[in-house]
Structure formats: structure tokens, C-alpha cells
């Protein structure tokens, strides 16, 4: 069964830091992976989302994330944290058939001190 | 666009009462998901409506869960009686059928306390 996994449950960085999100799966096939993300009081919102082709993807927001088959991952990635970035962040892996379900890793609280 | 509507957005209910939560997905989004958080875990789906009909609903916990999509508009999940380990966050999602793959457009989530 396709499983993910967010092995930080919280992540404390500094504004104007680098940020990298960790996220490994477990999937037989080519995953059709994302990320999303909660702001307090908001609902989830697509980041970025990796199907096929090259393997580093570009979201919003400035955020990116790169695909790596060797390792099962797909770790979310930032140059610049911004304040306003404080907010919980979600990988899913697209599951079932058509991929029409979406598996949830338990998530990433991200704090920003100034 | 409007996006994806979920009312309440907060219930506390004692135990043993029904709750119905709603969502109102997109105009014209056939798809229609609903997952639960349970505190502290990750998002687990739960069922999937393709217009009125129920795609898959092999997350549902039990069946004091009830889902509808009446028309193929809007969509109620009832909770009936409800138990202290159903608290947690429910969200709604949407999306165009082929456009699964783009993403979903979740709601903002109705945070349901059972006490």
C-alpha cells in the first residue's frame, strides 16, 4: 500500500533562511506525488505537484521540490523563508485508480523566527 | 471562481448527537472527496463522488457515517451518533473529472469536537 512519510514534525527557521521539507514514499510505480499547504484557518493548497518529466518541479510562492527515485523522495525546498511561510505543510502521493485519492504524510509544522 | 464551501466551520456536539457537515464543491467539478485529520495524524481520505454516485468509499470508519450528493451539487456528510475519536478536521475537495491529476481544491475544513 502506498504509505508517505514526514519524518519532521516541527521545523523552526530563520526569515531569509533556506528551508527543505523532507518527504519520502513508499509506491510500486511512478508516483504522482504534491505537496500542499495550510495556513492557520485556510484550507490546503497545492504547492507543486511532480507527474513525470523533469524531475525538479517549480510551485508557487517560490517554493520548488525535486524528485529522486533512488531514494523515494520528493523533498520540498525553498531559498528564502518568508514569514508569512509559517504554516503547516502536507506531501501526498496520488493513490487508487486514476491515482483519485490522495495519501497524506502526518505533516510538517513550520515556524519562522525573525 | 468561487472556491470549495464547507459549513460549519466549527461543531462541538456531545456525544451521541448527529452532525451534519456540508460542502458545496465547484461549479461544474464533478469530483467530489471528503478526508478527515484526526488530532496529531496525517489527512486520510475518505470517499470519493463522481457527480451523484459514490466512487469509492473504502475510507469511511463505520457506518455511523452517511455521505450523500443529491443532484450531484452539494454534498452532506452526517455523523450519526457521534463518538468522542470522530473529532478532528474534515475537508472537503473538488475537481473536474481528467483534472484529478492538477490537483484538488480543498475546502477550508469543518473542525468537528465530540465531547
Not at chain 1, 510505480?29 to 490546503?44: D, E, H, I, K
Not at chain 1, 520548488?64 to 508569512?84: G, M, T
Not at chain 2, 451518533?81 to 483534472?99: H, I, K, N, R
Request: aromatic fraction near 12%; charge should be neutral.
Amino acid at each position: 500500500a502506498q504509505s508517505v512519510t514526514q519524518p519532521d514534525i516541527h521545523i523552526t527557521v530563520s526569515e531569509g533562511a533556506s528551508l527543505e521539507l523532507r518527504c519520502n514514499y513508499s509506491y510500486g510505480a511512478t508516483p504522482y506525488l504534491f505537496w500542499y499547504v495550510q495556513s492557520p484557518g485556510q484550507g490546503l493548497q497545492l504547492l507543486l505537484k511532480y507527474f513525470s518529466g523533469d524531475t525538479l518541479v517549480q510551485g508557487i510562492k517560490g517554493f520548488e521540490a525535486e524528485f529522486k527515485r533512488s531514494q523515494s523522495s520528493f523533498n520540498l525546498r525553498k531559498p528564502s523563508v518568508h514569514w508569512s511561510d509559517a504554516a503547516e505543510y502536507f506531501c501526498a502521493v496520488g493513490a487508487g485508480t486514476g491515482f483519485q485519492k490522495l495519501v497524506f504524510g502526518t505533516g510538517t509544522r513550520l515556524l519562522v523566527s525573525p | 471562481e468561487a472556491g470549495v464551501t464547507q459549513f460549519p466551520s466549527h461543531s462541538v456536539i456531545e456525544k451521541g448527537q448527529t452532525v451534519t457537515l456540508r460542502c458545496d464543491p465547484i461549479s461544474g467539478h464533478d469530483n467530489l472527496y471528503w478526508y478527515r485529520r484526526v488530532m496529531g495524524k496525517e489527512i486520510k481520505f475518505l470517499l470519493h463522488f463522481v457527480k451523484e454516485s459514490k466512487q469509492d468509499e473504502s475510507g469511511m470508519p463505520n457506518n455511523r457515517f452517511l455521505a450523500e450528493r443529491t443532484g450531484g451539487t452539494y454534498s452532506t456528510l452526517k455523523v450519526q451518533p457521534a463518538e468522542l475519536e470522530d473529532s478532528g478536521v474534515y475537508f472537503c475537495a473538488s475537481s473536474q473529472v481528467g483534472g484529478e491529476n492538477r490537483g484538488y481544491t480543498f475546502g477550508s475544513g469543518t473542525r468537528l469536537t465530540v465531547v
